[in-house]
C-alpha cells in the first residue's frame, strides 16, 4: 500500500523567511504526489504534482517541490513566506491499482508571524 | 470553467431529518467523488463515482446515500445521523477516474453539524 508521512504538525517561520513542509512517501512503484493547501473554512486546492516528467516541479503562489526518489520525499519549499500562505497543507499519494484514489497525510500547519 | 462548486456551504440538521448535499461540475469530468473531513484530520474518501456509476464505496454507513443523477452532477443523501457525522463534507472531481487524468479538483465543502 502506499502512504505519504508529513513530518510536523505545525510548521512556524516569520514573514520573508524559507518555507519547508517534509513530506515522504511509501511507495514499491513510482508514485504520483501531490501538494494541496486548504486555507479555513475552505475546501482543497491543488498547489502541485508530480508525475515522474520533470523532479522539481513548481507550483502556484511560488511553491515547488523537488522529487528525491533516495530518500523517498517530496518536500515542499517557497523562498519567501507570506502572510497568507498562513493554511493547512497536505502531501497526497495517488495509488496506482485500480482507481486513482488519494491517500493523505495527516497535514502541517504553515503559520506565518509577521 | 474549472471550479466544482457545493450547496448548501453549511447544514444543520436534527438526527431525525432528511437532507442532500449537492456537488456539481462543468469541466467535462467522469469522476466524482465524496470525501469526509474532520476538524484537523485530512479528507476520507467515502464514495467514488466512474462515469456515473458507483465504484467505490469505502464501508460507509447507509445513512449516507451518493446518487449520480449525470455526468455533472452529484448528490449525498442524508438521513438518520449521528452527531459524529458534523464535519465538513467535501466533493472532487477528475478528469478520468485514473490514470494521468486522475487529478482531483475539490470543491468547497458543505460543513454539516448534526444535532
Known amino acids: 500500500a502506499q502512504s505519504v508521512t508529513q513530518l510536523g504538525s505545525h510548521v512556524s517561520v516569520s514573514e520573508g523567511a524559507l518555507v519547508l513542509l517534509r513530506c515522504n512517501y511509501s511507495s514499491s512503484v513510482p508514485p504520483y504526489l501531490f501538494w494541496y493547501v486548504q486555507y479555513p473554512n475552505q475546501g482543497l486546492q491543488l498547489l502541485l504534482k508530480y508525475t515522474s516528467a520533470a523532479t522539481l516541479v513548481k507550483g502556484i503562489n511560488g511553491f515547488e517541490a523537488e522529487f528525491k526518489k533516495s530518500e523517498t520525499s517530496f518536500h515542499l519549499t517557497k523562498p519567501s513566506a507570506h502572510m497568507s500562505d498562513a493554511a493547512e497543507y497536505f502531501c497526497?499519494?495517488?495509488?496506482?491499482?485500480?482507481?486513482?484514489?488519494?491517500?493523505f497525510g495527516k497535514g502541517t500547519m504553515l503559520l506565518v508571524s509577521p | 470553467d474549472t471550479e466544482v462548486t457545493q450547496t448548501p456551504k453549511h447544514l444543520v440538521m436534527g438526527m431525525t431529518n432528511k437532507k442532500s448535499l449537492k456537488c456539481e461540475q462543468h469541466m467535462g469530468h467522469r469522476a466524482m467523488y465524496w470525501y469526509k473531513q474532520k476538524a484537523k484530520k485530512p479528507p476520507e474518501l467515502m464514495f467514488v463515482?466512474?462515469?456515473?456509476?458507483?465504484?467505490i464505496n469505502e464501508s460507509v454507513p447507509s445513512r449516507f446515500s451518493p446518487e449520480c443523477p449525470n455526468s455533472s452532477l452529484l448528490n449525498l443523501h442524508l438521513h438518520a445521523l449521528q452527531p459524529e457525522d458534523s464535519a465538513l463534507y467535501l466533493c472532487a472531481s477528475s478528469q478520468e477516474p485514473l490514470g494521468p487524468g486522475a487529478d482531483q479538483y475539490f470543491g468547497p465543502g458543505t460543513r454539516l453539524l448534526v444535532l
Open positions: 463515482y466512474s462515469y456515473e456509476k458507483l465504484s
Open positions: 497526497a499519494v495517488r495509488t496506482n491499482s485500480g482507481y486513482s484514489t488519494l491517500t
